[in-house]
């Protein structure tokens, strides 16, 4: 059961509460969501994940509704979930939900305890003092760190926008009742929530960490942030918004070393890329993107690239989004590599994300150095990002939710424009491939992942 003790060498904390650890074993974290339904927890839960498993963190989110549902006797006990299934008093249902509950932290203690996971999402309501009590105890009992993140929300536009876009095509009500039938019983269900209802208070547990997220990141109260997974987990909260908006991710132009198969270096664009950048400039004059900044590479074939955009486009040339630096490498071709350095090829094979070319860098390199600029993307509004094939696989796994080993063989071909457009748990995805002889955009869309 998920209250027996673990088996892990864990942490101690020194006389000022600084950890201690015997041989450098980071604490497991769960985080914790709080919330009536419609306050964005599963938005929050899969952004989180996303974001921190894309940092290098090993994180999984535990949703209890997805264990409830899946519960088989849950669905004869209460034919779909109407809003009766929710209410306080209907002892059955409220062992159901209950006993999901449990299977959802007994599955959480094993992914923490064996290693596999270094951080738990735990994606349920929690409304009440009782319950956080429960889920303190079995993070005591597996020495885990525990941190709540409480949604509040009082804005009828943003629960509206919820109960819209996400609650009506949720699974608990798919073909059971019409979208306004669905709609009105979710209010219910809200209803019978409330009754229940206590928010975080920090007199609940002397060691409380939580930070309360009100109407949707227009205020933050934080509350005892403990170490490093925690606070980069506010930092987070604090940068994302909800506003539509599009990031658009492009390639430079064809460059000289492209036509010549070689790697890196800073040549100029030949002809054709030099075409592709006029119709790229011709695409936003058309497209008429509201306030749209660029975001370039230091690089010649990248600056030359938005060359023919309007100058009040701001252009701002990154260094971080520069090309992965393939060291000794640099301006050789594939065969060259293969025949000076065939252990070199072997081992990029062997393992492309990891892999670092000598005196270069390795894709998890690149990573490191775009969490900056992911952060910044995170707080903008419309963005044109004038890259490079390395870094934009590393901004697509980002967007898309990609394993990191899959990262390396992303397909970003030359000449071809990526529209990113986040949606609440997906990404609409508008891919515009160049016909360099007819100058014509090819578009083809994919909701992603
Ligand atoms: O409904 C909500 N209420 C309250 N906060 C909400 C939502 C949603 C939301 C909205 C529409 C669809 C899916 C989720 C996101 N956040 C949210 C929460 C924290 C931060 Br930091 C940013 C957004």
Request: hydrophobic share 35%; charged share 25%.
């Amino acid at each position: 059961s998920p209250l027996e003790t673990t088996k892990r060498k864990v942490a101690h904390s020194d006389q000022h509460g600084f950890s201690v650890f015997p041989d450098q074993v980071r604490v497991p974290n769960v985080i914790v969501m709080v919330g009536l339904p419609a306050r964005g927890k599963t938005y929050i839960s899969k952004k989180l994940c996303r974001y921190l498993k894309w940092t290098g963190f090993k994180t999984k989110v535990f949703n209890v509704g997805e264990y409830r549902r899946t519960d088989a006797n849950a669905a004869d006990a209460i034919h779909g979930a109407n809003a009766s299934f929710f209410s306080p008093d209907n002892a059955d249902a409220l062992k159901v939900r209950t006993e999901a509950a449990g299977r959802a932290m007994e599955d959480m203690a094993d992914y923490l305890n064996s290693g596999a996971g270094a951080v738990a999402i735990f994606d349920a309501t929690n409304t009440t003092k009782f319950r956080r009590k429960t889920i303190i105890e079995f993070c005591k009992n597996n020495t885990l760190r525990c941190f709540f993140i409480e949604s509040v929300c009082d804005d009828p536009a943003i629960i509206d926008s919820n109960v819209t876009d996400v609650k009506v095509n949720s699974p608990d009500y798919k073909g059971l009742m019409s979208a306004e039938q669905a709609k009105e019983d979710f209010m219910n269900r809200i209803e019978n929530y409330k009754k229940q209802y206590e928010p975080i208070e920090e007199s609940e547990d002397e060691k409380l960490s939580f930070i309360k997220v009100i109407n949707a990141g227009r205020s933050f109260k934080v509350h005892q942030v403990q170490g490093h997974v925690q606070s980069r987990v506010v930092y987070f909260l604090m940068n994302i918004h909800l506003l539509p908006r599009s990031i658009f991710l492009t390639r430079h132009g064809e460059s000289e070393y492209n036509a010549m198969g070689r790697l890196g270096g800073d040549s100029p664009l030949t002809e054709d890329g030099r075409k592709y950048a006029v119709a790229l400039g011709e695409f936003f004059e058309e497209e008429s993107v509201q306030n749209l900044r660029v975001w370039c590479s230091q690089k010649v074939r990248a600056a030359q690239t938005a060359q023919y955009l309007r100058p009040e486009m701001h252009a701002e040339y990154w260094k971080a989004l520069d090309e992965l630096d393939a060291g000794i490498c640099e301006g050789l071709t594939y065969e060259d590599i293969q025949q000076r350095y065939p252990k070199q090829a072997d081992d990029r094979a062997a393992d492309k994300y990891h892999y670092r070319y000598p005196s270069g860098e390795s894709y998890e390199d690149v990573v490191s150095r775009l969490e900056p600029v992911i952060m910044e993307l995170e707080r903008q509004a419309n963005v044109l990002v004038v890259s490079h094939q390395a870094v934009l696989r590393c901004i697509l796994a980002y967007f898309y939710d990609r394993p990191l080993s899959e990262l390396p063989f992303i397909d970003i071909p030359l000449h071809s424009l990526v529209k990113l457009t986040p949606r609440a748990y997906h990404c609409d995805s508008t891919i515009y491939k160049l016909d360099l002889e007819t100058g014509e955009w090819d578009e083809t869309s994919a909701q992603l992942p």
